[in-house]
């Protein structure tokens, strides 16, 4: 299919341009996003400090900032990576890890989120944690968390921020307001390791840096993972070996692979 | 035997309830650690604001302090995150990493000890260094750090602090400064990966949010981790493939191999 | 040859001194850099904040500063560090990552270059950029950064410096401004794996701790790196396994592997 093949040239503009993707990220995937975005064929780069970021993101062709464990000294510097980025009309892609769990980690992703994201990829719970915080979207959105909540959430908050936004789970569904693509891609033992989400995020950045239409370039980078991910749970005996393989899966996918088995609609 | 019927009874409560544990812990460990609480069944999160732990207390079944990598704003957010856990009466365990190398360490560490850890699990030298800072156990604990002075300083620290007391080592000993157990398993090359002790206390996070008798909760923790390691080092090549493999292994841990070979006394 | 046997001493040295290595590291490679010091043999620490860094240099054998991920108040801890080690008589290399990328890094960058590191160990883009910013090495340096411009830079700033550099790629060379040597031994396949490079500045740091030599030091360190990851690669089937493959190879390492298959010149 043509979806396939869009999937695959992809892949191999990642792998042929190597972007430099500008990570803001948290403490605990810094290792695990960044031999993710080296197994797509990208080049990572984790650099935090306010007497840096703007420069940084002048260098960089795609920035990921992503809220698991942060503080107001690095939601300083992701403010001013931001404001760079869209000034110089890079792509940036917001993970808002654990908004709805705190009121600072939801005022931080809101606040976020208004910057002008190309992407925002959160869980059903984080994305309508932030829909719901915004006034548009409150509407309508009842409390089961299910899929198709967020899905309505996340449609009416990418027409709000002008963001495409993906809820990924069991089935990943992304949107700009108007069209809803799906990828049914992925393993569940991806759940028992920590940080499948943001990788998830981190590989969009490197998507985004080579693909300049963001629903595709989202699209595309959850295909890429979660079929890495499946290909990694037939050779896993568990989450540990399951991680190992699944870098091993980023850096080997090949066109007949996934012309055969990605899984979108 | 009814030891190994409760460590299987802790392990299913922990795989049914999947505790959400929160971790302010280093930065060597957090990748390993939330990946450990996960193969074992827990909900792993790390969160570390001064803006948020205390709010994060409240959503979390327990609460894993530990100061590898310390620094002042992190011991703030600690002790917000441990007060707001002792008034919840939600149980929090302290790993003292490299007390007694530095005043500073030390310092934070007695400090932290005193506010009602329901467990401390350090080594030898940790615990001995505790437990010399404080006038009790001063007396009578010689310089050899040997396993007996250890254990020795341990049951009149638990004594001095109402807490669970763990020494791990090549036998871990877990005492309340009454009773005594000691559990067996384990495997030496478990001391070739960094941050094994820090996985020990993780788990013994999650144990405690599913177990009320904080010396078994210890015990059993200790036992499923050392189970595991045993088992990933018959697979295992080295210390890399031991880490991976431990992973798979806790994740599969079933009350057959439980109770055929965790050695408990 | 002799050579061979060196790297065999020095590997065994730190086998049985099991020094403790004193790291101020970035966050991504906290836990593989601990896990590759493990596996070599040494004893790693980790710890930065101001109230403790000087403390804790006066117990370890060697320290290793690397600024991948650096903000004011961590340079702050090294330069606290470095003057403690240096005054002590203490060994210790720096890792000057992404020099050149940003301002405030090459400004941070040649500032600790200038405090008498034993070791400075960067890939040829880092090292061009501390050489040409200073005075002596500008000239003759051409842009081009290739291997041999990178050597020549490397010998202009090692003399300047008084310090051993170290420009690692494809072949390693190591030089003291006056003598050359390379290594030979690596795989393609290990710059698909994040910090890498972090990786070699650590095990440098354990070799430093037990070589007086720093030229050989920092050979043999990387001489034992590049060989574990050939033989990583041969059972790898790609970046996720090669890492776990190699640190269980630095842990095999033995005098016959050695004595066939390191290529120094």
Redo the contacts between chains.
Sequence with gaps: MADHEAVWRTLSAVRTARPLVHNIT???????S??AL??LGAS??????V??VE??AD?AHALVVNI??????WVAAMKLAVARAVARGKPWVLDPV?AG?????SAVAGDLAARRPAVVRGNASEILSLARASAEATRGVDSTQAAEAALDAARAFARLTGAVVAVTGAVDYVTDGDRVAACHNGHLLMT????MGCTATALIGACLAVEPDPLAATLHALALLGLAGELAAER??????L??????????LDRETIGRRVRLQ
Tied chains: 1, 2, 3.
Excluded at 44 to 49: R, T
Excluded at 192 to 195: C, D, L, M, Q, S
Excluded at 236 to 241: M, S, V, W
């Design positions: 948290n403490y605990v995937v810094m290792n695990s960044a031999n080296l197994a990572p780069a984790m650099v935090h400090s007497e840096e420069e940084f260098l698991g464990t942060l503080s107001p000294a654990g769990a705190t009121r600072y980690r028992r390791v920590t940080g896993a005996a568990g989450p540990g070996t991680q190992v393989h699944l870098n091993d899966a980023l850096a080997g």
